[in-house]
């Protein structure tokens, strides 16, 4: 730890500071997502939109797949195309600032956990910093990863899935622009935070919360779980889809048991019992 420790007002100005230089990251950050969002060639048509057409690079994956697999052939019609309404007056305005502001918080998240590790770090011993600090990388890269198989796989299929069912031949479908942003936003933020569960674990772990045996005795409740959740994600019930979710879910359910301490033995187990 410092051996000039700081005095409560002291920790209160760090933190004003903290704040702050969070804040302005966000906002330039913020700002520059704003000017560079709208046109042909912005972000918005290019990168969120993309998921609304067929030549978006998910369903040309899976289209090449599809020569293996005969009940993918539907992602190889490049006519797809998902039109976009929108129904109230102030939506397209307000949806350009809050996806700037979405994008700016995903991508200045590294820098704000830096800020946070360097807010917390001069209370730690030193071994404690070495490890915090490769939590906070790791945290931080789950947190990205989980956003990208978001972004690239399972958003694009419950958006391919649910545009295309029909409950009625006689209904025209038309998707809001409100409808497809809270979808998009919440299964790419979800699926980041989803990733975070083995730092979640690691987190528990240390706190004496959670041991190793836990993942043992219910993998196989986890399994079926997780495979309920894949299928939820990915409602079009075919093996492939299905398995190319479960599979990175349980991954992480693997990793977390990876990472959190190991159960003690029986005898140790028994005595911290007794003593207690």
Not at 57 to 82: K, M, Q
Not at 147 to 172: D, K, N, Q, W
Request: proline content about 4%; aromatic content about 18%.
């Amino acid at each position: 730890m410092q051996q000039d420790e700081m005095s409560f007002w002291d920790h209160l100005e760090e933190l004003r500071w903290t704040i702050f230089r969070s804040l302005l990251a966000l906002l330039i950050f913020a700002i520059g997502f704003f000017a560079l969002m709208r046109g042909e060639h912005g972000i918005f048509d290019s990168i969120i939109m993309a998921p609304t057409r067929g030549d978006f690079l998910t369903y040309r994956l899976f289209c090449n797949v599809g020569s293996y697999f005969s009940f993918l052939n539907d992602f190889c019609d490049e006519a797809f195309r998902i039109e976009i309404i929108n129904i109230k007056l102030a939506t397209q305005f307000f949806t350009h600032m809050t996806t700037s502001f979405w994008l700016a918080l995903v991508l200045t998240f590294p820098y704000l956990m830096f800020e946070v590790w360097k807010f917390v770090s001069p209370a730690l011993y030193e071994n404690e910093k070495k490890n915090v600090r490769w939590v906070f990388l790791f945290g931080t890269a789950m947190f990205f990863v989980g956003c990208a198989i978001g972004y690239y796989l399972v958003f694009p299929l419950c958006l391919r899935f649910l545009a295309t069912y029909h409950v009625s031949e006689a209904i025209t479908e038309q998707v809001s622009l409100d409808s497809y942003m809270d979808n998009f936003l919440m299964l790419i933020f979800v699926m980041g935070i989803i990733f975070e569960m083995p730092l979640v674990s690691w987190l528990l772990s240390q706190l004496g919360l959670l041991r190793r045996n836990f993942f043992h005795k219910f993998r196989r409740h986890a399994i079926v779980i997780l495979l309920i959740a894949a299928a939820l994600i990915t409602p079009s019930g075919d093996p492939f889809t299905l398995a190319i979710v479960f599979i990175p879910l349980y991954a992480l359910y693997e990793l977390s048991a990876f990472f959190v301490k190991p159960s003690p033995p029986p005898d140790e187990d028994e005595e911290a019992v007794a003593q207690s």
